[in-house]
């Protein structure tokens, strides 16, 4: 199988073939999810969320990131796999961030690193991508800061924020990131900013323009129930069919129709 490389997620872009990525935090569900075909897997820090049942993605550490992301690698014979530095692990702090991101190459395998923000990070990124590892940027709605913004709304509505996110996107292009992620923003903006820059842009309830899109796998699944925000497409009811399945093996236990003869040795 042919790997997918930051050079044909250009070439896609180029050729105007949309890119698409889902997150993964394991073994068996990466496995699953690059046999189907998407193109990147994100170890996303929603791992935070999903995986760990926190309320943001403040908590997880550099070490578990790293857990999640050999998992997802051992799995994993096509896609192109990004990983999420952890909050903590770079703001404000380029030889940190260049140390975290070291180490997530080195322990898990994987291929890429994700870091959200522009101007404010711009060390951080210059000093990642001067070691060889491609960076990913994310910017729009940053979960890492969601302290700072005090909602999950929309971002950059106003003129202000959205000229900020239209120069971050090319400063981290300017900067060599192979892609960025675009999150919640209005579709007219994430438009623009995948016009003005050359490198891809995925986005994330960011509308139908951006070069790729991206979500986040227990949601897209239907396993996270109370999670519905209007960008999401629910593509099955996983967590129903989970439901049922542990229902009926519960049921039959206590019949005692499990084991039958047939599973008895
Ligand atoms: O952690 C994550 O899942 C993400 C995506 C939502 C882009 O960063
Ligand atoms: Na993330």
Redesign the pocket.
Known sequence: IKKVTTHQLQTMKDRGEKISML?AYDYSMAQLIDGAGVDII?V????SNVMAGHET?LPITLDQMIYHASSVIRAVSRAFVVV?IPFGSYQGNSSEALRSAIRIMKESGAHSV?MEGGAEIKESVIRVLSAGVPVMG?LGLT?QSIYKFGTYAVRAKEKEEADKLIADAKLLEECGCYAI?L?KIPADLAKRVSEEVNIPT?G?GAGPHTDGQ???MHDMLGITKEFKPRFLRQYADVGSMITEAVGNYVKDVKSKDFPNEKESY
């Open positions: 997150t994100l996303g820090d929603s791992a993605t999420d994700k994310h979960p992620v999150e995925i994330i991206v979500l986040v």
